[in-house]
């Protein structure tokens, strides 16, 4: 899938080529996308793909292999951007904690609403629901798609079982606990309808949040302590 960097004598024109390549393969990407959503994997040619992104139909294989590794790179490149939008909620909201019933309020509510409410969401939940016979990567919990959320979770659980915040002595499984209860607890009450100021989700999130809070509180409660 990948393709190999050709080597060249000028340092401008080894930028000059990787931008004009990350360039082509992000306009094979959206293209394929938009086609696979609006008329299906069977359906999509190729050649539909390269003539609305602009390149050749070489381009294509030599970029992703064949069609199916094209449709699963598009997966996997919308499941990076929200992935991103969840480390920069993580970041803005669970560093320099004080409150952690607030703060993990604060970032249910924002991955809620920020990433389940997404255009970027409801493509993916699309995709993998429409063309599931073509992503048997996707169903092995070792793909990473599979695993990431929980993972990214975990380690500022682990940090925060470190500082006497929590009493998760596997991190992980605090993770997958907490996803339960708030996320997918959002997802299947809401769907893709998701409101930023329902009263109900937010609701729905609170009592999430102190139900977890109450398996994973500490014994002792902990002097506050600041999380860089």
């Known amino acids: 899938m990948g393709y190999t960097w050709r080597c060249m004598s000028s340092t401008g024109a080894q930028k000059a080529l990787r931008e004009g390549s990350a360039q082509k393969r992000s306009a094979i990407l ?10 299906g994997f069977d359906r999509s040619s190729v050649d539909a793909v390269a003539a ?40 803005d909201t669970l560093t320099h904690v004080t409150d952690l019933e607030d703060a993990l309020i604060t970032f249910s509510a924002r991955v809620v609403t920020e990433m389940l409410g997404s255009v970027d969401y409801l493509a993916l939940l699309r995709l993998v629901t429409m063309e599931s016979a073509q992503l048997s990567q996707l169903r092995g919990r070792d ?43 959002a997802a299947s009450g809401f769907g893709p309808a998701i409101a930023p100021n329902d009263a109900r989700m937010r609701e729905l999130l609170v009592e ?13 409660p902990a002097q506050p302590r600041s999380l860089a």
């Open 30 to 39: 959206v293209a394929a996308r938009e086609l696979f959503l609006a008329d």
């Open 143 to 185: 793909h990473w798609m599979m695993n990431a959320p929980e993972e990214a979770i975990a380690e500022r659980f682990a940090e925060f079982a470190r500082a006497g915040l929590l009493d998760a002595p596997n991190p992980r499984q605090a993770a997958d606990h907490f996803i339960a209860l708030t996320f997918l607890l």
């Open 208 to 220: 999430g949040v102190r139900a977890f809070l109450r398996a994973y509180a500490p014994s002792r």
């Open 52 to 91: 609305r992104a602009g390149v050749s139909k070489r381009t294509v294989y030599d970029y992703f292999g064949d069609k199916q590794a094209l449709l699963l790179a598009v997966v996997e490149s919308t499941g990076d951007l929200l992935m991103a939008a969840i480390r920069r909620a993580i970041e």
